[in-house]
């Protein structure tokens, strides 16, 4: 569709008049307040919808590993210094951690919490920057020289731990003797407090030396579990024959989107029918084009056929009220695009406005995981808004405009 300097002429001139069509115009401008709300909302809620799931996945694969091999018949592994030398072989394996998992019960000040206990090499839990950088008290080296243990920061907040106190564990797996089996309980000296930056590792982790482990959870010489980190996680199923043919049978191997599958799918979910019902704010909008552009054509019936007599022909018309109409939701779309990048740019500044402004977290961790809302822009998706965007926009008009084409000139000045 050619545009002529005529019909953008008589466009912009029935988009700035405002004489006799002021209900027409209010109109116009709620349908681009409509799209750039619209475009804006969209591009924010997808903007958080991905930091969201970057910053979840980031913090989970920081501390678990891509890929996750358990003994045979959920026991311990004997050998696992060499198995661990045999992964460490494959292609694309980064780093290869044998650990010790468990869960426990740490009893601080009479009080009795559950815990999921971690017994790593300190060798071994360096290299994971996302615990050894981020030890917010005590210090990484107390733990690798000595026999302290490292506590998750939420943990310790609710429970009042600082470095230097002791804790006392309790095991599941208790001793037996005469009367029965007894539990097999600890007390280890907290070393260090680490933060995540997610709730549920804060509040409930502990590491401590896989020497350690072994001892508590009567595992002389044994590991339950090798976590392997691969150069590419979304593609760690193709290393589940090669692991397979290296270990022989026996072993069980789970990924990091199988035991987060639940979670993974859900965030897939939420984003598609967020993206969904976000789109008809810009649909709502796109009817007030449609309606906006209605009445100004039955407004403008005595123009569009003085128009006509004057040598107008159909394709003009059309294309001068198909503008007057499309120039809206361009500029909406514009402006959306606009107002949505500048919100993400300054998220974290806007979320702190608020919560100074209300008096309270408008983020709670217990409730997100994450004590920040992070927000990460798709250019494709970004793009994909924009093009629906304009799609809507530019179809609205269409039908107003066609009308407008096919009023006959005697028609149109029959009650003048």
């Not at 943990?155 to 097999?184: C, E, F, H, K, W």
């Not at 590792?201 to 691969?230: C, H, K, T, W």
């Not at 007599?309 to 018309?317: D, E, F, K, L, Y």
Request: cysteine-free.
């Amino acid at each position: 569709m050619v545009f002529g300097a005529f019909e953008r002429m008589m466009a912009g001139r029935y988009l700035r008049s405002r004489r006799q069509e002021s209900f027409v115009s209010v109109i116009a401008v709620f349908s681009f307040l409509g799209i750039a709300l619209g475009v804006a909302t969209l591009i924010i809620v997808m903007a958080v919808m991905n930091g969201f799931r970057q910053e979840l996945v980031g913090r989970i694969l920081g501390v678990n590993g891509h890929l996750t091999v358990y003994g045979p018949a959920g026991g311990g592994i004997d050998d696992f210094r060499e198995a661990a030398r045999k992964l460490a072989g494959l292609p694309g394996v980064e780093l290869v951690t044998p650990l010790i998992q468990g869960q426990a019960i740490a009893t601080i000040r009479d009080r009795a919490v559950g815990v999921a206990v971690r017994g790593v090499a300190p060798a071994d839990l360096q290299p994971r920057t996302i615990i050894s950088d981020n030890i917010v008290a005590g210090s990484f080296a107390a733990f690798a020289g000595g026999d302290g243990i490292l506590v998750g920061s939420r943990l310790a907040q609710n429970n009042g731990i600082s470095p230097g106190d002791t804790i006392t564990l309790l095991s599941p797996r208790g001793a037996d003797t005469v009367i029965g089996m007894l539990p097999r309980q600890k007390s280890y000296r907290v070393a260090g407090l680490f933060e995540v930056g997610m709730y549920e590792y804060d509040s409930s982790f502990i590491y401590m030396n896989l020497e350690q482990a072994q001892a508590f959870f009567r595992l002389p010489g044994q590991v339950n579990a090798i976590e392997l980190r691969v150069a590419d996680p979304d593609r760690v199923w193709e290393l589940r024959r090669q692991i397979a043919r290296e270990l022989g049978p026996g072993y069980r191997t789970v990924d990091w989107q199988q035991a987060n599958s639940s979670f993974v799918n859900a965030i897939q979910v939420e984003r598609n029918v967020m993206f969904l019902i976000l789109s008809l704010i810009i649909l709502v909008a796109a009817f007030n084009i449609l309606s906006g552009q209605y009445m100004l054509v039955k407004g403008k019936g005595r123009d569009i056929a003085i128009l006509r007599t004057m040598g107008a022909t159909r394709g003009m018309v059309l294309r001068i009220f198909f503008m007057s109409g499309a120039a809206i939701g361009l500029f909406g779309t514009l402006a959306g695009v606009a107002l949505g990048v500048v919100f993400t740019d300054h998220i974290a500044a806007i979320q702190g406005w608020v919560e100074s402004l209300v008096g309270t977290s408008v983020f709670a961790p217990e409730v997100y995981f994450l004590s920040t809302l992070p927000a990460k822009r798709d250019l494709q998706e970004v793009l994909q808004v924009v093009a629906m965007a304009l799609a809507i926009s530019f179809l609205a008009p269409l039908l107003p405009a066609w009308r407008a084409a096919r009023l006959e000139p005697v028609e149109a000045l029959r009650y003048e």
